[in-house]
């Protein structure tokens, strides 16, 4: 499973990448909203997310119409060649997302919250597929047993182009170890949750004792 991170602040992104591990960044309105982005500043925003990953980073439509989405789409493509249209799961945005994916732009459709939508984007050409989790999991259903009906119904069938599930709305170490079990292709990460996957508190008390063992070879 590949990891992305899930945000639009630079200096997030600057500091996932150093680790080596980093394959795309997701965002979305809100994360962009959160950072005190502005519109007039939104395209150049995406550019410099761009050049610092080296891997798909996808920006979101704000458009409610097909056309209004195809046409954002369209701008946003043209920003980066690593640039992928984040479409919603609507009507509006399938057709949004056939017309866009026959183009050659790669669409990443979001808010998928059930098998049969999961399956219609696929089918509307989505290069990637965000089933969300942890939001499922706010409202007490379960959000990873509703990914892994996602990322089995996906796997049976051939749909004549690559298909990447992303694990969306991840808020924990635990939902990463989820989604890698059930073979999800991508877990795109909030920086808190991707910190966090990197403790455990095995690891901070083996360190520790190392480093007291070593202080007796340094003094002795
Ligand atoms: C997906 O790409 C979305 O940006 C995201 O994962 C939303 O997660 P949230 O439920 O934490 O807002």
Excluded at 76 to 96: Q, R, S, Y
Excluded at 120 to 131: D, N
Excluded at 183 to 194: F, L, N
Aim: hydrophobic content about 45%; charged content about 25%.
């Amino acid at each position: 499973m590949k990891f992305f991170l899930d945000t639009a602040d630079l200096d997030e992104i600057a500091e996932i990448a150093s680790w080596g591990a980093l394959a795309g960044v997701t965002t979305n309105p809100s994360l962009y909203a959160k950072i005190g982005g502005k519109l007039e500043d939104f395209q150049d925003h995406l550019k410099k997310i761009c050049e610092l990953v080296d891997g798909p980073v996808s920006g979101e439509v704000t458009g409610e119409t097909r056309d209004e989405m195809v046409a954002e789409g369209r701008e946003l493509a043209a920003l980066a060649d690593n640039m992928v249209v984040k479409i919603p799961m609507t009507v509006e945005g399938l057709a949004a997302c056939r017309t866009l994916s026959d183009e050659g732009i790669d669409v990443n459709m979001t808010l998928v919250f059930s098998v049969a939508q999961a399956l219609l984007a696929a089918r509307a050409g989505a290069r990637y597929i965000s089933p969300f989790v942890g939001r499922f999991d706010d409202i007490c259903e379960n959000g990873v047993a509703q990914l892994e009906e996602v990322v089995a119904a996906i796997g049976n069938y051939d749909f004549g182009h690559e298909v990447e599930i992303i694990a969306a709305s991840i808020r924990s170490a635990n939902h990463v170890r989820e989604a890698a079990l059930m073979g999800a292709d991508i877990a795109t990460v909030p920086y808190s949750a991707m910190k966090k996957c990197v403790m455990h508190p095995l690891t901070t008390q083996g360190l520790e004792k190392f480093a007291a063992d070593w202080a007796k070879v340094v003094n002795a």
